[in-house]
T-cell receptor
Framework: EPEVTQTPSHQVTQMGQEVILRCVPISNHLYFYWYRQILGQKVEFLVSFYNNEISEKSEIFDDQFSVERPDGSNFTLKIRSTKLEDSAMYFC???????????FGEGSWLTVV | AQTVTQSQPEMSVQEAETVTLSCTYDTSESDYYLFWYKQPPSRQMILVIRQEAYKQQNATENRFSVNFQKAAKSFSLKISDSQLGDAAMYFCAFNSGGSNYKLTFGKGTLLTVNP
């Protein structure tokens, strides 16, 4: 069964450093997402991406965040200068479109120290 | 803006028994989709079941079924014959079907299954 894959599974970084989280969405999907889950809290929407551009972003997704689809398969989330409060599980997800199930990757656990 | 409320932070059930997890939502839209996701200790988000709002028939998936009450904006999950592997955090989620199809999640219900 096709799946969303994410790398790395866990990354520890120093405050102020740049981090890139990588994702390979399911190949025939058109919509791509990043969600965040701070430990013990609910899953929060960060950004959606369609047709090679951001279609919606939340207030969490400030200028420190960016997304890119550099080729036909990868979808990346970059955090420019990490803060302690960026420590969270970051989920990549993808979907074929309206009403279709959004499938999640296994997550990338980011720890900022 | 849509909101999803899960009023039960924690629930427990005996193995082989039935448990129902509650979820209510608020929206002004008529076309939307509802989901239950399971998050085991590995923290992966696994789809359990989905429901289209335009369908009156409640979705079922093996031991999992929903009670979808559109007028009451309620979407509860029933787990029958509970198994130890069902222990996890369960999230109710709403997808408006709008242009971006993003999910809005509730805060989750932690389900414990007692042997």
């Amino acid at each position: 069964e096709p799946e969303v894959t994410q790398t790395p599974s866990h990354q520890v970084t120093q405050m102020g450093q740049e981090v890139i989280l990588r994702c390979v969405p399911i190949s025939n999907h058109l919509y791509f997402y990043w969600y965040r889950q701070i430990l013990g809290q609910k899953v929060e929407f960060l950004v959606s991406f369609y047709n090679n551009e951001i279609s919606e972003k939340s207030e969490i997704f400030d200028d420190q965040f960016s997304v890119e689809r550099p080729d036909g398969s990868n979808f990346t989330l970059k955090i420019r200068s990490t803060k302690l409060e960026d420590s969270a599980m970051y989920f990549c997800a993808s979907s074929q479109g309206k009403g279709n199930t959004i499938y999640f990757g296994e997550g990338s656990w980011l720890t900022v120290v | 803006a849509q909101t999803v409320t899960q009023s039960q932070p924690e629930m427990s059930v005996q193995e082989a028994e039935t448990v129902t997890l509650s979820c209510t939502y608020d929206t002004s839209e008529s076309d939307y989709y509802l989901f239950w996701y399971k998050q085991p200790p590995s923290r992966q988000m696994i789809l359990v079941i989905r429901q289209e709002a335009y369908k009156q028939q409640n979705a079922t998936e093996n031991r999992f079924s929903v009670n979808f009450q559109k007028a009451a904006k309620s979407f509860s999950l029933k787990i029958s014959d509970s198994q130890l592997g069902d222990a996890a955090m369960y999230f109710c989620a709403f997808n408006s079907g709008g242009s971006n199809y993003k999910l809005t999640f509730g805060k989750g219900t932690l389900l414990t299954v007692n042997p």
